[in-house]
């Protein structure tokens, strides 16, 4: 009885290969899709798949690695191919990992990847792009009211067609979304065909917030003359919302090009809303705009502490092992005291008012500590992610805060999506 009670349970680890290698069970994603259930694990080995939509399923799906997983119709660009997530059953989430998201011909406001209302999503080490080499790309992502995270992975736009007021971005995020990154980068479209050559911005933001971490942003540029309007692109702009930025000087967001007469793009461009700089991020203007930031951007918010990987990771793979894992936080304040987290998550909650960053919501914890940073800011963590018993099969995350005396606040690393197993 206990064995039947536990195969009605436990979830399915599906295998999807193109090429029906041993253990296959699909030879493409969408029959893969329709037949799991939330909380299956979906391995596609490497191969071209079909785009696919799901609603109402919270699904881990793992590739083999974005240069060799490819979702995408490969029928020829007639053919319109998107990836649609949308209505995650509450307190789950719908995870994507090593995977490219290319799209075809799509039409005006969709994306390569599409997380539409109720969607809540994860990526991790994935491609999104809306430029298949073709006369009229898209976005690469594309939200609206709803839950996107991703960590290092690349937002795309395709290049603009015919007159366009909208230019598809690399991420576009709208209508209640809220929107977090770390090591991402985002490039916007250039504007190549029609009376109107415009180039998009890498980021997007419209009547939502986000908040991006240690990454690129570039503008699209505007190649060949246009007989009307020639404007390039800006690396994010905010139409309303929010837009928070944190990293380095080795981070950076640029504006692109207006072309032979246009006026090139900002670095970044606030017409309404806020952007907020965090740290000495790099802010490139177009020539011959004279500035770097348009609209109310403010620049020199307080800096945030990070956690940067190293080590052997956990990456997507048919067999699990337990690999180290090495997390070196720089907290910023000497001598000062932190907190440190590591966890699976299956939800996640926004800023606090008594914290700087987002917190994670965190369940079951595997490591935590307190303790103080050395003289120069730093603490460096070993781990194991499959120290959490029974939990190797999910995504791991980690959390840091470190306490700011002069203003009696938690200042909350960036790295809610730090992944450390997926």
């Known amino acids: 009885m206990l064995g039947l009670v536990l195969a009605c349970v436990l979830p399915t680890t599906w295998i999807v290969d193109a090429n029906s290698g041993p253990g296959t069970h699909f030879t493409d994603l969408p029959a893969a899709v329709a037949a799991a259930q939330s909380g299956d694990t979906i391995l596609v080995r490497p191969g071209i798949y079909t785009a696919f939509s799901v609603s109402g399923k919270a699904l881990t799906i793992r590739g083999a690695g974005q240069n060799t997983t490819v979702i995408d119709l490969p029928t020829g660009h007639a053919t319109h191919s998107h990836l649609t997530i949308e209505a995650t059953p509450s307190g789950e989430t719908f995870f994507l990992s090593g995977l490219s998201i290319l799209a075809h011909w799509l039409g005006p406001s ?20 809306g430029d298949f080499g073709i006369t009229d790309g898209r976005a690469g992502l594309n939200t609206t009211g709803s839950e996107v995270h991703a960590h290092r992975c690349s937002f795309w736009g395709g290049p603009n067609g015919a007159v366009s007021t909208i230019g598809p971005n690399g991420a576009r995020i709208e209508a209640g979304s809220e929107f977090s990154a770390d090591s991402c980068e985002f490039i916007g479209a250039s504007g190549v065909y029609g009376l109107w050559r415009v180039g998009a911005s890498g980021l997007f933001v419209s009547a939502s917030a986000a908040t991006v971490t240690r990454c690129n942003g570039a503008g699209g540029h505007v190649i060949h003359h246009a007989p009307l309007l ?4 800006h690396g994010a702009e905010v139409a309303s919302g929010s837009l928070r930025i944190a990293g380095t000087a080795n981070n950076s967001f640029v504006g692109g090009s207006g072309g032979s007469t246009g006026p090139s793009g900002f670095a970044l461009y606030a017409a309404g809303g806020t952007i907020t700089v965090h740290g ?35 990456q997507s793979r048919e067999l699990n092992a337990a690999l180290p894992v090495t997390v070196d936080l720089d907290g910023l304040f000497p001598n000062t005291l932190y907190f440190f987290l590591v966890s699976t998550a299956p939800d996640y909650f926004t800023t606090a008012p008594w914290g700087l960053g987002e ?5 079951p914890a595997a490591t935590s500590q307190v303790g103080l940073l050395d003289a120069t800011g730093h603490k460096t963590f070993t781990f194991t992610p499959a120290s959490v018993p029974g939990m190797l099969n999910l995504p791991f995350y980690s959390q840091a805060a470190v306490f700011d ?4 606040q938690l200042r909350l690393s960036q790295s809610n999506l730090r992944l450390f197993a997926l």
């Open 359 to 363: 917190v994670l919501l965190f369940l």
């Open 230 to 233: 020639m404007i390039g692109g």
């Open 110 to 129: 969709v994306g390569a990847l599409n997380a539409l209302a109720g969607a809540k999503v994860v990526l991790a080490d994935c491609l999104v792009s």
């Open 405 to 408: 005396a002069a203003t009696g």
């Open 280 to 314: 000495p991020v790099t802010l490139t203007p177009g020539i011959p705009n004279p500035q770097p930031t348009s609209g109310p951007v403010q620049l020199g918010g307080p800096l945030l502490p990070y956690l940067d990987v190293s080590g052997t990771l956990l």
